[in-house]
């Protein structure tokens, strides 16, 4: 209170923040130096984890994964949870294999329909959450049980099991395995092609977020709905469309893990929500709102992945992935924590 | 007159929240809306601003009677409001949130150059130092945020400024921080409307004074026809003088 705003000289008080203290402040900071930790411990270790055929191997979980994590922060930011995220890969999956092989769909064809439903599903929530100003957490969980209960009943309904198979032999089903669910060679390795579309989605979502007007309202209707709103910004329409690119992601990572296995369980992608959520929390996002970063989230499922695979290499029971997750949840969102409260002290 | 009321009122059900009230923002002058908790202020301001519509009286602006429609219209009249409370976004920077529902364009994107330099740009204008104008907001004082958030109302062409209370949670010399802002918009030429509750707030800046009490004016008052004590006076009565008298000392 006692300190003088705005004398016309620089304020005596305020010292020079340097470079150094600068990168810290950036959000995706606590998730940079875990991955650097995580890999200094595999690759120590396990000459194969650091490998050329190591490495394709552990970014390909963290590809898809990274899909979700980057548009599930989005939407974090902007004040939301998606609890449906994760089952809905596995509806857009269930409808592309089951469109395919029992109704004679074109694989295209049917990608489309599971992307219409998807963006309608997104819509939904996005629609719901908005009007009735419940909490996203309660409003999505209720999708995700609904959705869970579509894929198990109808896929029984319709195959008499719990899953439905036979992708190969659909119709254009070479071309979208190719685009999609492909690999690509880099000096002789070969990358899973998922791991492009992961470094466009995370690129496209920062220069969203960074460089465009959208971007300014995603920060804002997360940290200050009604100032935003005061201001002209129209805050429902911002949050209906993060709740339709995270259905857009989860119909992107459906699709891809359908042709890329050419079957579908109906439980998929049930608890994968949280992973979602638990890389956007390591990649810098708050709980809250307002604050985060597309390519932290990125960069959380890159430690996902490393510790999935590296728990194997190192011949450790996968049990112990479960543990460390949980380790890296909380020191990520304590490390968060503490970043923003010196980022903040930067500006006093 | 930018704006003008003649015998101005409004009723929320059978609340007679504002009875026949008249008063004038002129170009380059500072009105103060002065009175206590209930006395009207907000109700007032908020037809001002196009939150309410007046049920009874007329409101002109640019010496037309007009009745506003809702804050995006008098905002395109030229007329911007500053909350005390809901003003800005806490965890972003200042030119994001000087610039926030209104960003410049380049093709697609968001021009963040040109954003970040007008925003500094239009804060030095005004007098306001923001060291930083990455540094989010919520790391910025009281003071500072209300100043922001009148230079942004300057650089976006309102011609009436009206200010709820901008002083009211701020200490002694923050206080005086943004009364060095709203003189500065003033001798920009805007009509400043300044709400507070302070007579000693108002004096030094104001040009006009209107009293208000229990949703009635007490007058509307030039600079030289009353003094501080006065007005002190005419808002609280004697009761309160003392309380205030010390206010006075620590200043």
């Known amino acids: 209170m006692m300190r003088s705003a705005g004398a016309a000289t620089a304020d005596e008080r305020v010292g020079r923040v340097g470079p150094a203290r600068r990168l810290l402040i950036r959000p995706e900071l606590g998730a940079v130096v875990g991955a650097v930790l995580v890999f200094a411990f595999f690759a120590v270790q396990s000459p194969v984890f650091r490998s050329a055929d190591g490495v394709a191997n552990w970014l390909d979980p963290a590809a898809t994964l990274g899909i979700m994590a980057v548009a599930v922060a ?23 294999v089951t469109l395919a092989t029992r109704f004679g769909f074109n694989v295209w064809l049917a990608m489309l329909v599971g992307l219409v439903v998807a963006l309608a599903v997104g819509f939904a929530n996005g629609l719901v959450v908005t009007r009735t100003k419940l909490p996203s957490f309660i409003v999505t969980l209720g999708t995700f049980l609904m959705l869970q209960g579509i894929n198990l009943g109808v896929t029984k309904a319709i195959t008499g099991t719990v899953q439905v198979s036979g992708l190969r032999r659909a119709e254009g089903f070479e071309g979208a395995n190719a685009v999609l669910a492909g690999t690509f060679q880099v000096g002789g390795t070969s990358f899973r092609v998922a791991i492009l579309w992961w470094i466009v989605v995370a690129a496209v979502a920062t220069w969203v977020l960074t460089r465009s007007k959208a971007g300014n309202w995603i920060f804002a209707v997360g940290g200050n709905e009604p100032a935003a709103r005061a201001v002209g910004v ?8 993060l709740f339709m690119t995270t259905a857009f992601a989860a119909w992107l990572v459906g699709s891809m893990l359908a042709l890329r296995y050419t079957s579908v369980q ?60 949980g380790a890296m949840l909380v020191l990520a969102t304590l490390a968060n924590h503490l970043v923003r409260r010196y980022a903040e002290e930067v500006g006093r | 007159m930018i704006i ?13 929240a504002l009875r026949e009230v008249s008063m004038g923002v002129a170009a380059g002058q500072v009105t103060c809306v002065l009175g206590d908790n209930g006395a009207g202020k907000s109700t007032l301001i908020k037809i001002l601003a196009g939150v309410h519509q007046h049920d009874s009286g007329t409101l002109l602006v640019d010496g037309e009677p007009v009745r506003l429609t809702s804050p995006r219209d008098a905002l395109d009249r030229g007329i911007a409001t500053v909350y005390q409370d809901l003003a800005m976004i806490p965890l972003m920077s200042v030119w994001r949130n000087f610039f926030l529902g209104s960003e410049p364009r380049k093709g697609l994107a968001f021009d963040v150059a040109t954003a970040r330099r007008v925003a500094r740009e239009e ?21 500072e945020r209300q100043s922001v958030a009148i230079a942004r109302a300057v650089h976006f062409g309102a011609r009436v400024l009206i200010l709820d209370e901008p002083t009211s949670a701020l200490g002694v010399k923050q206080a005086g921080v943004v009364l060095r802002y709203i003189a500065r918009a003033r001798d920009r030429g805007l009509g400043v409307v300044f709400i507070t509750h302070n007579p000693h707030h108002a004096h030094p800046v104001g040009d006009r004074f209107l009293l208000l009490n229990r949703g009635t004016s007490m007058g509307e008052y030039g600079k030289a026809d009353i003094t501080p004590q006065e007005l002190t006076a005419l808002m609280a009565g004697g009761a309160e003088l003392e309380e205030l008298a010390h206010e006075l000392e620590r200043q």
């Open chain 2, 4 to 16: 003008e009321t003649r015998g101005i009122g409004k009723t929320f059900g059978s609340v007679l």
């Open chain 2, 123 to 143: 804060l030095r204008a005004m007098g306001i130092d923001i060291r930083d104008v990455d540094q989010p907001v919520g790391t910025l004082s009281g003071g």
């Open chain 1, 266 to 325: 109906a439980n998929i992608g049930i608890g994968q929500e949280f992973i979602y959520i638990i890389a956007a929390v390591i990649g810098g996002c708050l709980l809250t709102g307002g604050y985060g970063s597309a390519i932290g989230a990125a960069v959380g499922a890159v430690i996902f992945g490393m510790v999935e695979k590296g728990i194997v290499y190192l011949g450790w029971d996968a049990d112990w992935f479960k543990f460390f997750m």
């Open chain 1, 74 to 96: 989005l939407l974090m930011i902007g004040g939301e949870f998606d609890l449906s995220a994760g089952v809905l890969t596995g509806t857009t999956g269930l409808i592309l």
């Open chain 1, 234 to 241: 129209p805050a429902a329409r911002t949050k209906i469309a």
